[in-house]
Structure formats: structure tokens, C-alpha cells
């Protein structure tokens, strides 16, 4: 079972341009996290959202936690070719020492 | 800074070979992961650890075993590997309910 969908799988855009990722669940998280992972390397954190309706920025890179904590969003204004790469979310609950849930990720590529 | 490292980068080994995959951890974490990953599937969850010498099912646990002797130390054991078990290992570590910090991965291909 997945509990945590994202979309799109893939995504192929120019230099320049904005794109959203989506992460979505039937469960409440106690929190929300995104990792971007390079080709032979390990996920590395971006960020972690733990309040619903939370917003956070990170230079180009807006993230937001859903109102009821089931859902995410990642958005990257004016992409570059160095944002390429896999994002994944994962969600934590609470109350399973510590596990987090982990999405299947959305490979992006920008191209110059 | 976290570190997380891992014993190796690329190993290669037979179909029937006992396989160790070993992580070390410096940040004093409770808490240790092993997951693979694979094309389209994600990260799985094989085993995780939330003390020395406890440890937990994951999603994936068959044909895995692992070991947690000290507190920075998490082994991941394939008793009998398989060519099915061709995949990237990913360790992580964190305090409990906490972000995750990953080491580089082991690919390991058995043949």
C-alpha cells in the first residue's frame, strides 16, 4: 500500500519555467518532508513542514503543508538545469517510532 | 554536519553468497534505516532500528536480516542473496520522529 501518491512521476520542462509537484494522502502526517536525491547519491533533506496550511521558502523553492496534514505541494519558480533531479516527500507519524512513509518521486529534468 | 556513511559504494556478488552491508552514523541517532530502492517502485523499507539491539520489521524484511550491536552501527545481512535483490541500499539515520539523513547507497548487483 502507498500511502502517499505523488504527480507527476515525470516532468521535463525548459530553463525558466515554474512547475508544481504534487503530494498526496487519505492520512493525516504529524509531518511532511521533502528530500532530493542526484543520480548514485542519497535523498537530502529540503525541508520539513509540520503545522497544516504551513508555508516555507527556500530561495525558488516553495513548499506548503495542506490545511488538514494529508497533503503537500512543492513549487520551483524559474527552474535551472541544477534543480534536475528526484524528489520524493515522506510523511511521519507520530506515533510509529519514527518511520517516515515515502512517496515513489517525481524525477524532474530542466534543460538549458 | 550528519554523517552518514556506508561500507561501499558498488559491490558485486554471487547468487547463494552471504552479503554484509554495513552503516556507521556519527550524530548519536537513535534511530537507523535500511531501505532499497528501485525504478518506480521508491524507497521500501526493510528494517529499522530504534535502539542497540532492537529492531523492527519494514515492508520488505524477507531474506533480510539485520544487526545492531552499538548505537552507531547498523548492518544489513542478505543471508542467501538472490539476483532479485539487485538494488540501490540506502542507510539512514535520525532521533525519533525526526528528518532522515542518508548515506550515499551501496549498488549491489549479484549475478
Known amino acids: 500500500t502507498q500511502l502517499l501518491e505523488q504527480s507527476p512521476q515525470f516532468l521535463s520542462i525548459q530553463e525558466g519555467e515554474n512547475l508544481t509537484v504534487y503530494c498526496n494522502s487519505s492520512?493525516?502526517?504529524?509531518?511532511l518532508q521533502w528530500y532530493r536525491q542526484e543520480p548514485g547519491e542519497g535523498p537530502v533533506l529540503l525541508v520539513t513542514v509540520v503545522t497544516g496550511g504551513e508555508v516555507k521558502k527556500l530561495k525558488r523553492l516553495t513548499f506548503q503543508f495542506g490545511d488538514a496534514r494529508k497533503d503537500s505541494s512543492l513549487h520551483i519558480t524559474a527552474a535551472q538545469p541544477g534543480d534536475t533531479g528526484l524528489y520524493l516527500c515522506a510523511g511521519g507519524s507520530g506515533s510509529t517510532l519514527g518511520r517516515l512513509y515515502f512517496g515513489r518521486g517525481t524525477q524532474l529534468t530542466v534543460w538549458p | 554536519d550528519v554523517k552518514v556513511t556506508q561500507s561501499s559504494r558498488y559491490l558485486v556478488k554471487r547468487t547463494g553468497e552471504k552479503v554484509f552491508l554495513e552503516c556507521v552514523q556519527d550524530?548519536?541517532?537513535?534511530?537507523m534505516f535500511w531501505y532499497r530502492q528501485d525504478p518506480g517502485l521508491g524507497l521500501r523499507l526493510i528494517y529499522f532500528?530504534?535502539?542497540?539491539?532492537?529492531?523492527e520489521k519494514g515492508d520488505i524484511p524477507e531474506g533480510y536480516s539485520v544487526s545492531r550491536e552499538k548505537k552507531e552501527r547498523f548492518s544489513l545481512i542478505l543471508e542467501s542473496a538472490s539476483t532479485n535483490q539487485t538494488s540501490m541500499y540506502l542507510c539512514?539515520?535520525?532521533?525519533?520522529?525526526?528528518?532522515?539523513?542518508f548515506g550515499p547507497g551501496t549498488r549491489l548487483t549479484v549475478t
Open positions: 492520512s493525516v502526517f504529524s509531518s
Open positions: 532500528s530504534y535502539d542497540v539491539k532492537m529492531k
Open positions: 550524530m548519536d541517532h537513535e534511530n
Open positions: 539512514a539515520s535520525s532521533f525519533p520522529r525526526r528528518e532522515q539523513y
